[in-house]
T-cell receptor, first 115, second 112 residues
Framework: SAVISQKPSRDICQRGTSLTIQCQVDSQVTMMFWYRQQPGQSLTLIAT?????????ESGFVIDKFPISRPNLTFSTLTVSNMSPEDSSIYLC????????????FGPGTRLTVT | GNSVTQMEGPVTLSEEAFLTINCTYTATGYPSLFWYVQYPGEGLQLLLKATKADDKGSNKGFEATYRKETTSFHLEKGSVQVSDSAVYFC???????????FGPGTRLSVLP
């Protein structure tokens, strides 16, 4: 398993500003993922972040809006840029742990409200 | 592509009632199947998993059996508690852990 922390846990931001969310893992992992969970909805994958390479974005998500850094095997950041109220969501990072199956473990999430 | 379908919620039960949350999936290969639970105000926690047909995952009194013939992975618990109130997500993964797909989630409320 893996223990994952996220900062901040929640924030209220004004439209047009940007917020950077940090994700820290207690062990080295190859693959990290960023998800968005809109109110009352399931999880939507934003991007996959591998250390040493550019993040891979899912359809509907672009690097200019959600730039991601992955400087080492235990840390990643997601920035939500030029925010609008539609960006109000919970943002979760997860890591893949390889074993018998490929499980994902999640951080506690960052609850973002854009006013 | 791959997809996961869950029963519509919310589900409201009395304490000690029997719980079933249906989950069916569509996949091109042979996925691993998972149930995740999200308690109020928290992130997702892995509840149980099964990696091949006829496997039964179990944890905290919850069980789910990987049924390849019906492409299902229904979650069951014999006697729910108030503390089980949460949102439950069925999920699958294949292709070496990528392409993780979540169902829409089912909100469970257990009343004392």
């Amino acid at each position: 398993s893996a223990v994952i922390s996220q900062k901040p846990s929640r924030d209220i931001c004004q439209r047009g500003t940007s917020l950077t969310i940090q994700c820290q893992v207690d062990s080295q992992v190859t693959m990290m993922f960023w998800y968005r969970q809109q109110p009352g909805q399931s999880l939507t994958l934003i991007a996959t972040a591998n250390q040493g390479s550019e993040a891979t974005y899912e359809s509907g998500f672009v690097i200019d809006k959600f730039p991601i850094s992955r400087p080492n095997l235990t840390f990643s950041t997601l920035t939500v840029s030029n925010m609008s109220p539609e960006d109000s969501s919970i943002y979760l990072c997860s890591v893949e742990v390889q074993g018998v199956s490929y499980e994902q473990y999640f951080g506690p999430g960052t609850r973002l409200t854009v006013t | 592509g791959n997809s996961v379908t869950q029963m519509e919620g919310p589900v409201t039960l009395s304490e000690e009632a029997f719980l079933t949350i249906n989950c069916t999936y569509t996949a091109t290969g042979y996925p691993s199947l998972f149930w995740y639970v999200q308690y109020p105000g928290e992130g997702l926690q892995l509840l149980l998993k099964a990696t091949k047909a006829d496997d039964k995952g179990s944890n905290k009194g919850f069980e789910a059996t990987y049924r390849k013939e019906t492409t299902s992975f229904h979650l069951e618990k014999g006697s729910v508690q108030v503390s089980d109130s949460a949102v439950y997500f069925c999920a699958l993964s294949e292709n070496y852990g990528q392409n993780f797909v979540f169902g829409p989630g089912t909100r469970l409320s257990v009343l004392p």
